[in-house]
C-alpha cells in the first residue's frame, strides 16, 4: 500500500523506502526536559526491530510516537516521524483513525487494561471487525473465530463469550493481538508484551509474533528489557540510554559483539545462557 495522499504530509522523499523512517526524534517533558533525544532508526516492510534499554531509557515514548499516542504534556519537539511516506506528526485526530488501529496496530504489557471488563472479548474484537473493517455482524463473527483460532486459542466460541476476568494473561493477550492484526496493520508495536506472561506462555506468544509475520508481511517493532525475547524475535537492534540510541545494527552481532561500554554491560548483566542459544550462530562466526 502505498502513501495516502489525501491525509497529513509527506515526508521529503528520499532513495529510502522503509516502512518506518524516524529522523532525529526529539521528545520533551513539559517542563522542557528532553526525555527522548535524537532518535533515529528505519524499518523495512516485513522487517522486525527491538528496541531495549533500562527503564526510562525513552523505549516507550519512541513507540508511543508513532501512534501518535504521547502522555499528556508530553510532545515531540523536532524531528520526523514517518510512516509509508507518510509524516506522522501533520495527522490530525480524525486522519489518526485511518492508521492507528488499522496500519498501526500495537500489543502492550497489560492486556487486561486495554480491554473493557464489562463487554465480551468477542464483542470487543468484531466490534472492530464491524465498526471499523465493515463487516457484517456474521462476518465479523466468523473472521473472529478464524483470527482466535489460528492464534492458537480453543474452543473459540466460548472464548467469545468470556469476559477479560475470565481468561489467562496469555489469552488475554491472543485476544489483544488478533484485536491487533484484525485490520490487517503494515507495522504491530509490541511495548513488553510478553513480559508479564511466564516463560512457556512467552514463548507462544513470542512464536504468534513470528507467524502472524511470515503470514502477513507484518513489519515489528519489539519494545522488551529482556535482551533474550529481542535476540529471538529481532533482526535489528536500538540500544537506548537515557533518551539516546548508544548502539544499533543487526540484533545478533549488537548482542554477540558489543560495542558500547552500556551494551557490554547490559549484555554481561544478562542471564548468559538464555542468550547463548541465540547468539551461538553469531559468536561462532566472530
Ligand atoms: N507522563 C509522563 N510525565 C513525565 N515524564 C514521563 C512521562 N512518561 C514518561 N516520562 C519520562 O520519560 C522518560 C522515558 O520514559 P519511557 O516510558 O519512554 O521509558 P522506557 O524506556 O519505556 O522505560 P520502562 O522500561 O520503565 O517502560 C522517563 O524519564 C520517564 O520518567
Not at 509527506?10 to 529510502?16: D, G, K, Y
Not at 545494527?249 to 547490559?266: E, W
Request: with cysteine.
Amino acid at each position: 500500500m502505498s502513501a495516502d495522499a489525501s491525509i497529513g504530509a509527506t515526508v521529503p522523499a528520499t532513495a529510502n523506502t522503509d516502512l518506518v523512517q524516524v529522523e532525529d526524534l526529539w521528545i520533551a517533558a513539559p517542563d522542557g526536559r528532553d526525555l527522548v533525544a535524537g532518535v533515529s532508526f528505519g524499518l523495512a516492510r516485513g522487517g522486525s526491530l527491538g528496541i531495549v534499554g533500562e527503564s526510562g531509557s525513552g523505549k516507550t515514548l519512541t513507540t508511543r510516537a508513532l501512534l501518535g499516542l504521547l502522555p499528556h504534556g508530553i510532545s515531540v519537539t523536532s524531528g520526523s516521524v514517518g510512516f509509508d511516506g507518510l509524516d506522522l506528526r501533520t495527522l490530525r485526530r480524525k486522519e489518526w483513525e485511518q492508521v492507528r488501529g488499522s496500519r498501526i496496530g500495537a500489543v502492550f504489557q497489560d492486556p487486561a487494561s486495554y480491554l473493557n471488563p464489562s463487554i465480551a472479548v468477542g464483542k470487543q474484537l468484531t466490534e472492530v471487525l464491524r465498526v471499523r473493517g465493515g463487516l457484517t455482524r456474521s462476518a465479523a463473527r466468523e473472521r473472529a473465530a478464524e483470527l482466535l483460532e489460528s492464534l492458537g486459542l480453543h474452543r473459540v466460541d466460548l472464548v467469545l463469550t468470556q469476559y477479560p476476568h475470565e481468561l489467562s494473561g496469555g489469552m488475554l493477550q491472543r485476544v489483544l493481538l488478533a484485536i491487533a492484526i484484525c485490520l490487517g496493520p503494515e507495522l504491530l508495536i509490541a511495548d513488553e508484551a510478553t513480559t508479564a506472561l511466564d516463560v512457556t506462555v512467552q514463548a507462544d506468544v513470542l512464536d504468534l509474533f513470528d507467524t502472524v509475520r511470515a503470514r502477513a508481511g507484518l513489519a515489528l517493532v519489539l519494545v522488551s528489557h529482556d535482551l533474550a525475547v529481542v535476540a529471538r524475535s529481532t533482526e535489528n537492534l536500538l540500544v537506548m540510554r537515557n533518551g539516546e540510541v548508544v548502539e544499533s545494527g543487526p540484533t545478533t552481532q549488537v548482542l554477540a559483539n558489543p560495542q558500547h561500554p552500556y551494551t557490554q554491560l547490559l549484555v554481561e548483566h544478562h542471564d548468559a545462557y538464555s542468550l547463548a542459544g541465540y547468539l551461538e550462530k553469531e559468536t561462532a562466526d566472530v
